[in-house]
């Protein structure tokens, strides 16, 4: 968990465990600072009366509520912070990633490479951003959501008709590498958006490997990458 996250939740707990006084009542009772200077056997005494707080309760109903502003403005500031990092991905780093997760299929084996390519805190899932494995026969061999494995998709269509899986295969045997464009739910949301995915074909092997940017088209993917 992030150091942030954790500021926050620390924060939060102390909040929640303070203590409100039940009948909260000025926090000043005293006259404004001043001195005074009595002078006894030569020797300067000073004394002083300062602002203090009425009761150690109204302290602490004011250290709960500035805790509690705090944790608030953290907590929004991480969540524009998720949603700022979700916009940030670019067709690049989904063409970056997917070469990455080839080159480890191709160098380590499906045995050690899928629960890396699958493991939702890893390297290779952030956010909508994820990689998914199928074979030539349109079979999901790896995907971030387990359920998945094992589905054959070439009957399978999106919301407008297309068959996806048909489509990767065709990339990944024609072009060897590409983008693909069809419609696919959010793993945060579950919505269903526009998706491109790139598409690379696993050398040596029957594999292809895809990860997709939400929200933007094939022709926009391509320009990007130009």
């Not at 709960?64 to 700022?84: E, I, K, P």
Request: include cysteine.
């Amino acid at each position: 968990m992030p150091v942030g996250r954790l500021l926050v939740d620390a924060l939060c707990k102390l909040a929640a465990n303070s203590k409100t006084p039940k009948s909260p009542t000025m926090l000043m009772h005293e006259p404004p600072l001043r001195s005074l200077k009595t002078w006894s056997n030569g020797s300067e005494h000073v004394a002083e009366r300062g602002i203090k707080p009425a009761n150690q309760g109204e302290a602490l109903m004011v250290r709960r509520m500035l805790v509690m502003l705090v944790c608030g403005m953290m907590v929004t500031a991480f969540a524009f912070t998720a949603l700022a990092d979700d916009a940030k991905v670019t067709p690049q780093q989904v063409k970056q990633l997917v070469e990455k997760a080839v080159n480890l299929i191709a160098e380590k084996g499906e045995a050690v490479a899928f629960p890396l390519l699958s493991d939702p805190n890893g390297e290779y899932v952030e956010g909508d951003l994820y990689v998914f494995t199928y074979n030539m026969d349109g079979t999901i061999v790896q995907h971030l959501k387990p359920k998945l494995v094992g589905m054959n998709m070439m009957n399978t269509m999106d919301k407008k008709g297309k068959c996806l899986a048909c489509d990767f295969v065709r990339v990944a045997k024609e072009e060897g590498a590409g983008w693909s464009e069809y419609w696919w739910p959010k793993p945060s949301t579950n919505e269903v958006a526009v998706k491109t995915s790139y598409i690379m074909k696993v050398p040596g092997k029957d594999l292809l490997v895809g990860a997709g940017v939400y929200d933007l088209t094939k022709e926009q993917a391509e320009a990007a990458v130009k």
